[in-house]
């Protein structure tokens, strides 16, 4: 989903709203929380699981990023925000965070940002994670999902108006 057309398609007001905040991105429910992708081991102990935790939460602390980014080499603005990640909204309420994202989650869910890759044999796709999201959708049964992923370092993300 492109997240330039998401931004895009917000009112002048709206984006301007959203150009002041800070949004905080933490790993630590997608992966702690309610997922068990990092403890596949049911007969793991609480403590060797909060040692995990600790762990990763010393290597990979939570992040401060702009709700809304700006491309370093477009320099246009992209909403910066998803639900695997992002926790709240700096300097508000539980509630005004929580009704804001959902409102984001919600806009960002329309097809009118989506395209649909449809894979073939010998398929490659690439794509900007500064302004996109990816989902993959699991509907490829009963064929398999092998998947080889490159992640590039970039800079850390700002917004300039």
């Excluded at 010998?122 to 992640?151: G, I, K, L």
Aim: proline share 3%; hydrophobic share 40%.
């Amino acid at each position: 989903a492109s997240m330039y057309a998401a931004y895009d398609a917000l009112s002048d007001t709206m984006q301007r709203f959203l150009s002041g905040l800070v949004a905080v991105h933490d790993f630590e429910h997608v992966f702690f929380g309610h997922s068990k992708l990092m403890f596949s081991d049911k007969t793991e102990d609480a403590h060797a699981r909060v040692d995990k935790v600790a762990a990763a939460r010393k290597r990979f602390p939570e992040m401060e990023h702009p709700v809304v980014r700006t491309h370093l080499e477009t320099g246009k603005q992209a909403l910066f925000v998803n639900s695997g990640f992002t926790t709240r909204i700096k300097d508000m309420s539980e509630k005004e965070s929580r009704t804001l994202l959902n409102f984001l989650y919600e806009h960002l869910d329309s097809p009118d940002f989506q395209v649909r890759f449809r894979w073939q044999k010998n398929s490659v796709a690439f794509w900007d994670n500064r302004c996109t999201q990816h989902f993959a959708a699991a509907d490829y049964w009963p064929h398999e999902r092998h998947m080889q992923r490159v992640t590039i370092e970039g800079e850390r993300p700002f917004y300039k108006a």
